[in-house]
């Protein structure tokens, strides 16, 4: 298939600082302007930005201006940011549609605009590294492609497995009600879906969206933490990109994660 071409703009506006572990009322902007994608993924598309932008700058990291993309790539580099710091609430003000113009030769391409105030936990981690890495079998699938992931820790850790979907949701697919056993032994590794399970992690694009860019998420918990990932998370019952992270930070100075991000391209 033919990349999609589609232009982001983002501007971080002010970031009120406080001493503790949460960095409130950060504010940013993201925008958006796009040829030959949905309206939909233009929208989620303009909100990730901003959230990386925010994200990015709680982490006192810097970030651009304005980038032209020519595929999703971008988007997955928005994803990414999103375990540099966890956002625990986050409000959205859309702002009036504008136009995107690279110069006065090309017309006019609409643009979508966000702008959102949020507190960011910044992650102090709490324990002794874990040494936590993971990889998929792909970072392009095709619909009906079943993906696999391999994790690996340096010591003993709880795993779990993540998705951040394509409609601004949060998974838990691993561990569930047929996959229960999430240790990782010291040096150890874990491939799932396991051998034998009855679960698969089939890829999709979501209804009438030709690609798609997703993640998974990795955690790993400290083994001797008093808690499990089914405390706070139920299999396969999808979160809103806010619940999911404000949990998170619950355990997260006790983890460490790991985000994979990949692409979904449709049928023909």
């Not at 998705?163 to 999430?182: Q, S, Y």
């Not at 404000?246 to 006790?254: G, H, P, R, V």
């Amino acid at each position: 298939m033919k990349s999609v071409p589609f232009i982001i703009v983002a501007i971080i506006l002010y970031a009120g600082m406080s001493y503790a572990q949460i960095v409130k009322s950060i504010q940013a902007e993201g925008a958006c302007a796009i040829v030959g994608m949905s309206a939909e993924q233009c929208q989620l598309t303009a909100l990730q930005r901003a959230r990386a932008s925010a994200i990015e700058q709680a982490a006192g990291m810097s970030v651009a201006s304005s980038t032209l993309v020519t595929n999703m790539a971008l988007t997955a580099e928005f994803i990414k940011s999103y375990s540099k710091g966890f956002i625990v609430k986050e409000k959205v003000e859309w702002l009036p549609v504008g136009q995107y113009r690279e110069n006065p030769s090309t017309p006019p391409i609409v643009e979508y605009r966000v702008k959102i105030i949020a507190d960011i936990k910044v992650p102090e981690p709490k324990i002794n590294p874990i040494g936590l890495t993971a990889k998929t079998n792909a970072v392009l699938y095709k619909a009906g492609d079943k993906a696999v992931i391999e994790i690996s820790a340096l010591r003993e850790a709880k795993a779990a497995i993540f998705n951040i979907t394509a409609d601004d949701r949060v998974i838990m697919l691993f561990p569930n009600e047929h996959d229960k056993d999430n240790l990782i032994s010291e040096n150890g590794r874990l491939i799932y879906p396991v051998k034998d399970s009855k679960a698969a992690i089939e890829m999709h694009t979501l209804p009438g969206h030709k690609r798609d860019a997703e993640a998974f998420f990795i955690a790993a918990m400290d083994s001797g933490h008093k808690r499990k990932f089914t405390d706070l998370f139920k299999p396969s019952q999808p979160m809103s990109f806010g619940a999911f992270f404000k949990k998170y930070s619950e355990i997260a100075d006790y983890c460490e994660d790991v985000i994979l991000t990949y692409e979904v391209v449709g049928e023909e």
